[in-house]
């Protein structure tokens, strides 16, 4: 189990990572009293108009068909979209940084208790242990490994970056040809650091019941009080997983000759 969790949490946590990374990177946004005044005005004019096209649906549209209705939607929202479409790299910066601030400011113990606890209690959805431990574990990870792209993509000379715009490339190919290969060399130490850090965060995750190593460890003493042997045991076997990422990480440093 605590593999697979950790397994799953990075995957989704390197995605989001590296999504935001690039974000905050290349979308330069403050956050600043003026920007996040900014943005909880628009958020709460969504509010607002969210609020009143509830009331409408519900009381002088209370007629129309809803599928009438649901397309009615889809084209303001398409509107919206359309209309504003230069702002929302500029939303999606400024979100991103205040998600990484958010999640590197609070422990991950807390961001676990708040998931599988007060998301039910506020929104009524109701979360298993396991998922909860996952996207827990996606979400922390996912915003110390935005910081590592981050760092690694502005490592790369600008150099590279206006030689690329140059020859005519568009972005996307300038960042998986040219920038991606050099800062995916130089991100690969910090990478590693953080698969560890993950791996040990989710013994954490005792607190809300998963039944991983140390779960496991403490039910079996609470049979046969062996503390001492349990509890070595559990540490050998973080050793032998976290040797067993080190010695990979080794590989890979040594077959991609960081610079």
Not at 79 to 96: D, G, K
Not at 177 to 184: K, R
Request: glycine content about 8%; hydrophobic content about 60%.
């Amino acid at each position: 189990m605590t593999i697979k969790i950790t397994l799953l949490g990075l995957i989704g946590g390197t995605l989001l990572g590296f999504l935001t990374g690039v974000t905050t990177t290349y979308v330069k946004v403050l956050v600043t009293w003026k920007t996040t005044a900014i943005a909880v005005a628009s958020a709460i004019a969504l509010y607002i108009l969210l609020q009143l096209a509830s009331w409408l649906g519900n009381t002088l549209l209370a007629g129309v068909p809803d599928w009438a209705w649901l397309t009615l939607q889809v084209l303001v929202v398409a509107a919206l979209l359309f209309r504003f479409a230069a702002y929302i790299p500029v939303a999606l910066s400024f979100l991103a940084q205040v998600y990484v601030l958010v999640i590197r400011g609070t422990p991950i113990v807390v961001q676990v208790m708040f998931i599988y606890f007060a998301l039910p209690l506020i929104f009524g959805w109701r979360i298993d242990a396991v998922l909860a431990a996952i996207f827990t574990l996606v979400i922390n990870s996912g915003a110390y490994i935005s910081e590592i792209v981050r760092g690694a993509l502005l490592s790369v000379p600008k150099g590279l970056k206006e030689a690329g715009q140059a020859m005519g490339l568009p972005f996307y190919k300038i960042l998986s040809y040219i920038i991606g290969p050099v800062a995916l060399r130089r991100m690969i130490p910090a990478m590693g650091n953080q698969c560890i850090i993950s791996l040990k965060d989710s013994s954490l995750f005792i607190v809300i019941g998963v039944a991983e190593l140390t779960r496991q460890g403490q039910e079996i003493i609470a049979g046969n009080f062996r503390s001492v042997e349990i509890w070595g045991a559990v540490a050998v076997i973080y050793l032998i997983l976290t040797g067993f990422i080190a010695l990979a990480l080794k590989f890979v440093e040594h077959r991609t000759q960081i610079v």
